[in-house]
Each structure stands twice: as C-alpha cells, then as structure tokens.
C-alpha cells in the first residue's frame, strides 16, 4: 500500500513545489550555497560587508515499484531531507562565519524494513583576519559533527550497532595560516586539537577509545585544500581535502577526509547531486571508508 500511494504522491508534491516558484533572490542564494559546505572548512565571502544570512531546505528521494515485472526489482522509496543555515560578517579585514549543515534520509525496502541512508549535524565556526595581501590572511576554526540517529551494520546477524547520536562526537579546533591565490582555490595549515566524544561505552573501543572512556583529546596539526568552481555550464564541484595528524602517533595514521559533491541545476527549482566522500581513520578501521550518493531533489529558500 505504501508504494502504490507513494506514486500518486511524489508527483503532487513535485508540482506543488514547482509552482511555489522562487523569487530571484532565492534563485541566487540558490546558486551561492552550491560552494557553501559544512563538511569540514568554512569559505569567507569577500563580498560580504556587515551581516549576512541565509537559510534553505531541501529534499531529495528516489521510488522504484514493480507489478508483475518480468525482470524483478525491489520495492523502495527513500527520501532524504537537509537543511543549511548560513550566518556571515565581515568588517574591514575581520571575518565570521557560521554554518549548520543537517541532513537526515530514510529508505523503505520491501520485506526489509526501514534504513538509514544518511545522516550528519554539522556546526562550522570560521574567524580570520586579512592581511594587507589579501591573499594571506590568519584564522580560527571551531567546528563539530555528529549524527542524529543510530546507524548499524546490516551485514552482521543480528545487525551490529555501529553509531547513535554523541557516538561518535568530534569537536575540532584549527588556528593557522591560509593562502587564497584565487577565488576558487584555498589552502590552510595550522595547529590543531581533537576531541572525541563517545556517550555509548560499549563503542568507545570502536573509535580508539580505552574501555568504559567517553572522551579523548589529541594535539595535532592540520592541512585543508579547498577547490570549488563551475566546472561546465549550471554544474558546479566543490572538492575539500583535510588532514589531521597526532603528533604522538606515526604521520602513517593521519586522518584524511576527501570530500566532493558536483551539483548540476536542472532548472529554477530542481538540482541533481553527486557525492563520494572518502574517509581513512585508523582509529575506527584501518580499511579506508567510502560513500557515495546520486540524488535529485529541489532547493527551497526559507530566510
């Protein structure tokens, strides 16, 4: 039942979105949040004089349903919603930026059941100050992640618990020097320290913890490449590479994580995205961590 309403409702809601309509200044924000991802680094718009802020929702989902379908398939629908909020100031040389980034997506599959799909509290904090090149300038960063939801590892009989949310929890600070040679490149470095928070004892062991720990602190140094631009007409890549390495472990386990998304524009009111993200932390695997999303959906400004 659920499948056979969800074809009559998906195409609804598609056309009452669309003709909600965008005003042109939620078309244009629209286009700027594109480059603007709490993932890992914050982006200072040079163009911002005093305060600034926007806020936009999304959803994307996908639906396949079969009848008597001669070469199978499985019933699912699955829709993922997100949300980013996006504060900003700038006075003479002085910058802030803030950035909340939550996304949060369930699938229905047939005769297995409700699964996570994606799911992430991101929090950045951005502060720096320009130098008289303005290609340099000195930063802070202050940024946290967590998920909302418990996540498991459907491999395993009975499915083993792998996350919930405050497990893990990182909570990073970066202060350094950054290197902006153009307006679609950036490159970062400085010390840094590590927080890792894990409420659930029975997975601290799983993320490098001691038995029975909740948290663990580690001093380090970080490196973070950032490179965004429209790559062809109304599809934009915007690609980050950061690092984090203890500096009372071997540089051989420094913690990478290579993220991109390209985010093509189908019109006004519909995009498409493609994400990969790649993930080495030793502390959870020594195997490196891959994900990889394909997804169509809509962007709504609400502030």
């Not at 629908?77 to 909340?100: H, M, N, P, W």
């Not at 950045?124 to 290609?135: G, I, L, P, Q, W």
């Not at 524009?265 to 995009?271: F, S």
């Not at 990969?276 to 695997?285: G, K, M, P």
Request: glycine share 8%; aromatic share 16%; proline share 2%.
């Amino acid at each position: 039942m659920h499948f056979k309403l969800s074809l009559f409702l998906i195409p609804i809601l598609l056309c009452i979105l669309v003709r909600s309509g965008f005003g042109q200044s939620d078309r244009d924000y629209v286009d700027m949040i594109y480059s603007t991802s709490a993932e890992s680094d914050v982006i200072l718009q040079d163009t911002t004089n005093g305060w600034g802020f926007n806020w936009v929702g999304g959803l994307n989902g996908s639906q396949a349903s079969y009848r008597n379908w001669s070469q199978g398939g499985v019933n699912t629908i699955s829709v993922t919603a997100s949300t980013l909020f996006d504060l900003k100031y700038r006075k003479e040389r002085f910058g802030y930026q803030l950035v909340t980034n939550f996304k949060y997506g369930q699938a229905r599959i047939e005769d297995e059941g409700t699964r996570k799909t994606d799911d992430r509290i991101a929090i950045a904090n951005k502060f720096s100050y320009r130098f008289r090149d303005e290609r340099f300038n000195v930063f802070g960063n202050i940024n946290f992640t967590t998920q909302f939801d418990r996540g498991y590892d459907y491999g395993e009989d009975p499915k083993l618990l792998l996350s919930r949310f405050l497990a893990p929890a990182y909570l990073s600070q970066v202060f350094g020097l950054g290197f902006h040679p153009a307006d679609y490149f950036s490159a970062e470095g400085g010390v840094a320290m590590k927080e890792t928070i894990v409420r659930d004892k029975t997975l601290s062991e799983r993320y490098g913890l001691e038995r029975g720990e909740k948290f663990r602190f580690e001093p380090g140094y970080s490196l973070i490449f950032n490179f965004e631009k429209k790559i062809v007409s109304n599809v934009r890549l915007n690609s980050t590479l950061e690092t984090f390495t203890n500096l009372k472990e071997n540089v051989r386990k420094t913690d990478i994580n290579f993220s991109n998304e390209i985010v093509g524009k189908i019109n006004d009111y519909l995009n498409t995205t493609f994400q990969f993200v790649l993930v080495y932390d030793e502390d959870f695997s020594r195997e490196v961590q891959l994900k990889q999303v394909l997804s169509v959906g809509f962007s709504y400004s609400i502030l």
